[in-house]
Structures are given as structure tokens and as C-alpha cells.
């Protein structure tokens, strides 16, 4: 790791070049000051906002907005003057330096010139991650480089001026002078000081200054660096709270038996996960000393949001998705010039590479601020990107939830029935029979058959012959080996072998639960009439989710489709598949048992040992492995989601509590 602290030192001023509202140099305003241990700190601000900018520090870590008008005679005067707003946020060098005076009892001076009508720059500086990797001084001098020759304009020539002169007062005072500026003014105003300066000519007192609380809502909008990263730093100011366990509260609104027997359920405000998920993140993006380290910030902010993800919608983040997040955000950012991907490029991302619930979950938590109040000593103020210079960026998410039936409202899901006191849905369990939803009985047969004609058509293919055109054209010419000799000069055609024997029985394994514990629930279920399959699954527990009265809603792990029904017997009390390793292993034995056809289809993330092939072939059967990758996500998330009801009359009212 490079020395990233470096001081540009003249007289007795130690100059530390920063870039304004960025984490990184605000952590190495808190190195300087450590180290050089200063009895003065400058920075870039003028003296007419000094009082009301020390106020908004002392807020902190509520963030304020210091706000004022510039006078017509501005460059820019639109509607008798531009207003200007100032965010007093922690992740900004300026703020730091102020607060860390405040805190050490060090003399803190404002040596800015308050000039009116100051042109914006938009000059393309390096990502500021750099200064991590690289150190401050490699940075500051490629900086030098492409834009120590720029033509500085009045504006800059005379705020230049006048910041030399007032460290040349300060100078005579203090012996050890900490100098928190940007760096687009360090290298004239180091040549301004060593010349005599005369006092600027500027403005001595400024009226109808403002301070304001920001909107909680608009810290999600606003904000320099988005809430999560600013969170974690002022996190990282003091002493850290002990690490919350991550079998924490839950976002997921379920609540099993046993606690509505205990007295019912608690719901845990949203805010509060979110600050658990913060104070947990705070222990593992940097070292003491170093700071934060964003990557890792941005590698906990997806781990946290894929939790939360896991939580409301029951399904998980899979490696492919979480690599082709991190490959599509760094790719984003690169082509933006960036090192790494600010907040819009990871929610693109996150919306593109997994699904919107997942995307709204990432933003809801990065753009969380625990500290900000709607309710304060100061009037709050809603600000939004339009108000402010720079303008915004736009991303919708269309989060999944229940498709309202004809006729209704689109927000009818938000009528879903709650429990109207602790343990009312207990009263649905006095019925010792179960039986599924007939809706999602018509899903999951109606794939069924899509996956035995996509392992039929599979099974084909494999057993199709291509050769060189003679005399016939059998089932036609095979453009894709005939492209691929085209240097021979020759058409190939393809001849479709017949298949002997059809597709019987189906297992989907979503997930081989190895350790066993993750889908303890073990059912075999017979076909209600000719139309239904038999089916044999594993799932997730039916009292850990009750959504009505006698009604769960659970999660497949691995299930079997037999047809014709009422013929199978209970697989998991069957002592022929006692040899199988997991639950996947006993649903193909079963289904390789009471298949009436030749083949079976097997639907997994990896095929089966090599030894069931040798077991298919002893019972005259064979296996037709589709990978799990291949099939739809989205109508695989459909497809695993369940709902197990306690006795028949149930389904009368399900409609109203599945969603």
C-alpha cells in the first residue's frame, strides 16, 4: 500500500490538495491532522458564511443545507439572482477539517473570497478512488501534468489572491498551518504566497443566508456520495458498536406458530435493519487508521442488499448473477471514466443482472441515512436533483408483487389481509389434511410438459445424423455444418433417427440441501384425477411462513412429477432409495422406479453421479439431463414458490391471502 497522505509545504503552511464532497480526501483531512498535529486549519471557504457553516457542523451527523441568493449583478442573473446551495455532509474534506477543529479546540480560519457570479467547472478529474491505490502525491502530480498549464479565469486569480494574503497574516501567528484546499488552486497559490499580497477587495458581509434540515427523502437524491458510503464513515468517526449477528430481524413480514403461540408477532421498523446491516457492514471495509476502502464498501453494500433481497422475496442471489453485477458495474464505470461505479451504475446493474426487487432493495439500502430527521431546530427543506446544479439521472424499478385480478386496483396487494389479533391464523390448522392450490397445480403440470418436450427434443438432436449430400436431402440440409465446410464445396444434410420411447417421469432439483437443513419438508402427494401428476417434493418448512388461516407458503428445494397418479408410494419412507447420498438423489431413484416410459428427465445445476446412468440402464431407462442455467429465471422464481393448505375448505378463501 503506496503512502497515500502527502502535504505541499511553504512557509509553515502544510497544503493538502483535495477534491471537494469525495470520502477519500476527507479521510486523509483526518490522517493530516493526526499526524501534523496543526495549531491552525485554513480552508476554502469565505468568512461571510463562517458562522452559519459552523452551525450545520455542529448538526452533524444530521446533514444541513446552507443556502443563499447571489446579488443580479451576478454572471448569472436569472430571476434577480442564482441561488446557491451548500450541503454540509460528513464525507467532505471541507466538513471534516471543520468538524476535527471543533472537536480539538483548534483555531479554525475561512481564507476564501466571497466573489459573486463564480463560474461552475466541470473539469475531469481521476476517480478519487485512485488516491487509495496510488497515494496522494503520484495523484496530485498527473494532475500537475494535464492541468497545471489551464488559463485560470478573473474569479480564481482573485480568490487566489486573496487565500495568500490571509495565510500570510496567519503566518505570523502559527508555526504549523493546515491548508485544506482544492487542488485546481494549490500550485498558483503557492507562487501568490511567496509575493506580497494586499488585502481583497470583496464583500464583507452577505444577508439572507439560510440554513436548512434536510429532508430525510432527499438525502436519497441529493447527496455527494450516497448515504450508505457517507453512513459508514461517520460510522467510522467513533468508536464502532458492537457487530450485529446476522440472524438478526428480518424483512420478510412472516412469523411461524410458535411465535403467534408466544403472543404474536413484532414487526421491526425497516430503519432498524438497516442500520444493523450498516453497523455489520462497518466492521469489515477498512482498517483502522486507513479508512474506508470503497470497493469493499461497495462488495458489502451488494452482500447486505442480496440478503434483504433473499429476505422479502425468499430467493437468492446466485454466484452467476452476483459475478455478472460486479463485471457489468465495472465495465459501466470504465467506460464512464471511473475506477469504480458510483450509485446509478450499480443500480443498472443491479436491476439488468438480477431483477428490479432486487434493484429497489440495493437502493432502498444505499440510500438509507439513519441520522436525518424530518423533524428538527432548523426548517427542513425537500431538494431534488433539479434544483440543484448537475441535473439527475433516472431509473425505474418495477418491483414484482401480486397481479391484481381484473377489474381491481393496481394497488390492491397493498389490501393483502393481516392478522387481525395474535394466533386468529391458528385457528385454520385444526385440520389434520393438507392439499396444494389448484392454481399452481395447473403451473407446475403445464412446465411439466414444457420440460419433457424440450428433454424429448433434446433427446432427438443427440440422436441425429449429419453427412454429406449424395442422392436425398432426408430432413433437410444442416446449414450450420454446411457453413462450416464451406471450403469444401459441399451441402450436408441432417437426418433425424427416431426415438424409441418417450418422456416419463420429471425431477426439478432447485437446490441439493446437502446439509439437509435448509428444506426439512419431506411430502409425497397423490393426484386428485387423471389431469394431475403424482408428486414427490422437499421444501421449506410450512410453519415458518403463515400467510392465512391454515395456509404457508413454502419453497421447493427439489420435486418429482410421475404420471399416470395414485400410484406412488411415500418415497422418503421408502428403504430401496436408502442408499442415496441427498433428497435429489432419492426423486431420481423414485423416478427412474415409476417411470412407464423410457427416459426421464433430470433438471439440475449438475448432472447426476455417473453411476445412475449404469442404474438407469439395469431397469431399461435413461436419463435426459437439462442444466438448471438454460430454463428461464424468472419462470423458475414463479415455479419454486408454493403454498400448502390444511384441509380443502381452505381453497375457498386462499385467493385471498396468496400473493
Not at 442455467?629 to 408454493?642: A, D, E, H, N
Request: charged share 30%; net charge positive.
Amino acid at each position: 500500500m503506496p503512502q497515500r497522505l502527502y502535504l505541499e509545504k511553504f512557509g509553515p503552511v502544510h497544503a493538502l490538495p483535495v477534491l471537494h464532497y469525495t470520502m477519500e480526501f476527507a479521510t486523509l483531512v483526518r490522517q493530516a491532522v493526526n499526524r501534523l498535529q496543526p495549531d491552525c486549519i485554513a480552508i476554502e471557504l469565505p468568512p461571510t458564511l463562517q458562522a452559519h457553516f459552523l452551525r450545520a457542523v455542529r448538526r452533524l451527523p444530521e446533514i444541513s443545507v446552507l443556502r443563499y441568493e447571489l446579488d443580479s449583478s451576478g454572471r448569472h442573473p436569472a430571476d434577480g439572482g442564482e441561488t446557491i446551495f451548500l450541503f454540509i455532509e460528513p464525507a467532505d474534506p471541507l466538513v471534516e477539517a471543520a468538524r476535527l477543529a471543533g472537536e480539538r479546540d483548534i483555531p479554525l480560519h475561512c481564507i476564501d473570497v466571497d466573489v459573486e457570479g463564480y463560474p461552475s467547472h466541470e473539469e475531469p478529474f481521476p476517480d478519487s478512488y485512485a488516491v487509495r491505490r496510488i497515494g496522494l502525491s503520484a495523484y496530485y502530480g498527473e494532475y500537475r501534468k494535464v492541468f497545471g498549464k489551464s488559463v485560470p479565469g478573473r474569479e480564481d486569480l482573485l480568490r487566489e489572491r486573496g487565500m495568500a494574503y490571509r495565510l500570510q497574516q496567519l503566518s505570523a501567528r502559527f508555526n504549523r498551518i493546515l491548508l485544506v484546499c482544492g487542488m485546481a488552486h494549490l500550485e498558483r497559490l503557492k507562487g501568490y504566497y511567496d509575493l506580497s499580497q494586499a488585502a481583497p477587495l470583496e464583500r464583507v458581509k452577505r444577508l439572507g443566508i439560510s440554513l436548512y434540515n434536510l429532508h430525510p427523502e432527499s438525502c436519497r437524491e441529493v447527496l455527494a456520495e450516497y448515504s450508505f458510503l457517507s453512513s459508514l464513515y461517520e460510522l467510522h468517526r467513533g468508536p464502532l458498536p458492537p457487530e450485529p449477528s446476522v440472524a438478526g430481524p428480518s424483512l420478510r413480514k412472516s412469523w411461524n406458530a410458535f411465535e403467534l403461540i408466544a403472543g404474536g408477532k413484532r414487526e421491526v421498523p425497516e430503519e432498524e435493519i438497516f442500520f444493523e446491516a450498516m453497523v455489520r457492514s462497518a466492521h469489515h471495509v477498512g482498517r483502522a487508521g486507513e479508512g474506508l476502502d470503497r470497493q469493499r464498501v461497495v462488495f458489502r453494500l451488494f452482500r447486505e442488499a442480496a440478503r434483504h433481497y433473499r429476505q422479502e422475496t425468499g430467493e437468492p442471489v446466485h454466484v452467476w448473477q452476483k459475478r455478472a453485477f460486479f463485471r457489468f458495474s465495472r465495465n459501466y464505470a470504465l467506460v464512464m471514466g471511473r475506477l469504480l461505479p458510483d450509485l446509478f451504475q450499480m443500480l443498472a446493474a443491479a436491476r439488468g443482472c438480477i431483477d428490479d426487487n432486487f434493484a429497489y432493495a440495493f437502493y432502498r439500502l444505499a440510500s438509507f441515512y439513519p441520522w436525518q430527521k424530518l423533524d428538527s431546530d432548523l426548517p427542513t427543506i425537500r431538494l431534488r436533483p433539479e434544483d440543484i446544479a448537475g441535473g439527475s439521472r433516472r431509473i425505474r424499478f418495477r418491483p414484482r408483487s401480486r397481479q391484481p385480478g381484473k377489474g381491481l386496483s393496481p394497488l390492491q396487494f397493498l389490501k393483502r389481509k393481516r392478522e387481525k389479533r395474535p394466533g386468529e391464523w391458528l385457528e385454520g390448522f385444526d385440520n389434520p389434511s393438507i392439499c396444494s392450490y389448484p392454481p399452481e397445480d395447473l403451473i407446475i403440470e403445464d412446465y411439466g410438459r414444457f420440460l419433457k418436450k424440450k428433454g424429448a427434443k433434446q433427446l432427438s438432436e443427440e440422436q441425429s445424423r449429419v453427412e454429406a449430400f449424395s442422392s436425398s436431402l432426408l430432413d433437410g440440409i444442416d446449414m450450420r455444418e454446411t457453413l462450416r465446410n464451406h471450403h469444401q464445396g459441399k451441402i450436408y444434410v441432417r437426418e433425424n433417427l427416431r426415438v424409441q420411447g418417450g418422456v416419463g417421469s420429471l425431477v426439478v432439483i432447485f437446490d441439493q440441501d446437502r446439509g439437509g437443513k435448509k428444506f426439512p419438508y419431506l411430502t409425497t402427494w397423490l393426484g386428485e384425477h387423471d389431469q394431475e401428476s403424482d408428486m414427490a417434493f422437499y421444501g421449506t418448512e410450512p410453519a415458518d411462513n403463515v400467510v392465512g388461516p391454515g395456509i404457508c407458503r413454502c419453497e421447493y428445494g427439489g420435486f418429482l412429477l410421475s404420471y399416470p397418479p395414485r400410484r406412488m408410494f411415500d418415497v422418503w419412507q421408502d428403504s430401496d432409495y436408502s442408499f442415496a447420498r441427498d433428497k435429489a438423489e432419492v426423486l431420481l431413484l423414485a423416478a427412474l422406479d415409476y417411470s412407464r416410459e423410457k427416459h426421464v428427465v433430470y433438471v439440475a445445476a449438475r448432472p447426476p453421479r455417473s453411476c445412475f446412468r449404469q442404474i438407469a440402464a439395469r431397469v431399461g431407462k435413461k436419463i435426459v439431463y437439462i442444466p438448471l442455467g438454460s430454463l428461464s429465471p424468472q419462470k423458475l422464481k414463479k415455479l419454486r414458490v408454493f403454498h400448502v393448505l390444511f384441509g380443502n375448505d381452505k381453497r375457498e378463501i386462499a385467493k385471498d391471502y396468496i400473493w
